[in-house]
């Protein structure tokens, strides 16, 4: 029986948590078989967080909520 692959949220919490770049994000996820999509308005706000090497779960989840868009660490109450 073969594994499932991570989902892409699992995947961008361990490389949040981790602290790994904006290029080290896209290779790690590439290894899933996924990416940061550059038209999806939450994926530019997650990159935008790495890229700018701001690790605050917090921070990123209000501007998600802000945009009423699905948090990634559920930190701001719902």
């Known amino acids: 029986q073969y594994a499932t692959a991570p989902e892409k949220d699992t995947m961008l919490m361990i ?4 602290r790994l ?3 080290e994000t896209s290779k790690f ?12 308005l939450r994926d530019l706000i997650i990159g ?4 700018r090497g ?3 779960e917090v921070a990123l989840d209000m501007v998600l909520c802000n945009e009423q868009l699905k948090q990634l660490f559920g930190t701001v109450g719902e």
């Not at 996820?29 to 999806?40: I, T, W």
């Not at 935008?48 to 890229?51: H, N, Y």
Request: charged letters at 10%; aromatic letters at 16%.
């Open 15 to 18: 490389a949040f948590r981790m």
């Open 29 to 40: 996820l590439a290894h899933a078989g996924l990416a940061l999509s550059p038209s999806n």
């Open 54 to 56: 701001d690790y605050q």
């Open 21 to 23: 770049t904006y290029g």
């Open 48 to 51: 935008d967080f790495i890229s």
